[in-house]
């Protein structure tokens, strides 16, 4: 008997479906029905074949890379098909359930020792996981989700839809060094302010647009959140913020459930903060940006000294963390701008910034 019923997970949505699995010479066929109805096959080749070990009669067998493809199966004649089919290749080691076999002591010596593993793997490997995570995060599914957010977001703001047209010209004149679609949205508020989000979408408030005077100013303020986005800095705190859910969403290979997550609490994501090892490397890659677009790096020192002016010591835009100190940074800008060489006018991005002040000071 080389035919079973089987529950298939394809590791991009979250549902399951009924499959029949069949057990082939050199590989294992999977056929199940898409929700559209269409008879679909996967092909599952041998090598890439790995069993998960668990306490129930239930047979778990995942395939491929993250985020990998699941088949369960409770029928129990499996494991013997699968030594005959396969009398060469060992699916299941010894099972966990030996472990009651022990006496109670040991038992209880086993399982306070993996509490404590868990407990140590959540709270300090958690957040080394999720920086892996966002590394290794499918591009795609980073924008869909920043799209997301982004929707989730833009509805408790008023969209000043004809300086946001502006704004985009203003930013396609640079080139900021990274294959993210960049999108700006301006937005009615009076704050000083600005945040990115995963995937490319930039939200500048009206206040600080405002109280710039140069346009190295305004290409410091993208090119800066650019480099967040670039660097995938958002992504990353989103997900440290959100570890719990991470985690159950990471043993369950749910990555729409992850994505639904985080668009779920856009909001609440939006007020996040970087580390100063995070926006050290925003300012770095921001300044290396203006430096290959010959812009003068002027700008900012004079970001810097807006914000400061705006907030105090400590810069607080909700995206541009509190640490490093405003200060720290502005001097760290002064001394960069000393060594600049290579400043060219650029008349195209001179243009758009006349428009954008000339609509700013009506």
Not at 237 to 247: A, E, M, Q
Not at 325 to 338: G, K, N, Q
């Amino acid at each position: 008997m080389y035919n079973f019923s089987v529950r298939y997970h394809d590791g991009r949505l979250s549902i399951a479906h009924d499959a029949t699995l069949t057990l082939m010479p050199d590989h294992w066929l999977i056929h199940y029905r898409d929700p559209s109805g269409e008879l679909t096959s996967v092909r599952w080749t041998l090598p890439g074949i790995v069993t998960d070990e668990n306490f129930s009669h239930l047979f778990i067998f995942r395939f491929g890379e993250f985020p990998q493809q699941t088949i369960e199966c409770k029928d129990g004649n499996l494991p013997e098909s699968l030594k005959k089919r396969y009398p060469e290749r060992p699916f299941f080691k010894r099972r966990v359930t030996d472990i009651f076999k022990l006496n109670n002591t040991t038992i209880a010596g086993v399982a306070f020792t993996v509490l404590m593993l868990i407990g140590l793997g959540y709270w300090f490997g958690l957040p080394w996981l999720a920086g892996a995570v966002a590394a290794r995060f499918p591009t795609s599914a980073e924008i869909k989700m920043g799209d997301t957010m982004y929707e989730n977001m833009i509805r408790a703001y008023e969209v000043d839809d004809q300086l946001t047209a502006k704004l985009n010209d203003f930013t396609k004149a640079i080139d900021f060094k990274t294959n993210y679609p960049i999108r700006v949205t301006v937005v009615t508020e009076n704050d000083a302010n600005a945040f990115a989000l995963p995937g490319g979408n930039i939200v500048v408030f009206e206040g600080i647009l405002r109280k710039m005077k140069t346009k190295e100013e305004l290409a410091a303020l993208l090119a800066h959140e650019v480099s967040h986005v670039h660097y995938r800095h958002s992504l990353r705190n989103i997900f440290r913020s959100l570890g719990g859910y991470l985690f159950l969403s990471l043993l369950l290979n749910d990555i729409n459930g992850i994505v639904t997550i985080l668009a779920d609490n856009s909001n609440a994501l939006a007020n996040l903060t970087y580390s100063r090892e995070l926006e050290t490397e925003a300012d770095t890659k921001g300044m290396d940006v203006l430096q290959s677009n010959g812009i003068r790096l002027q700008g900012f020192v004079d970001l810097f000294a807006l914000l400061q002016s705006e907030h105090g010591d400590v810069g607080s835009l909700k995206l541009l963390s509190t640490h490093p100190l405003t200060e720290e940074r502005l001097r760290a800008a002064e001394m960069i701008v000393r060594g600049q060489k290579g400043v060219v006018a650029n008349r195209e991005l001179e243009k758009y910034w006349q428009v954008i002040a000339a609509a700013e000071h009506k």
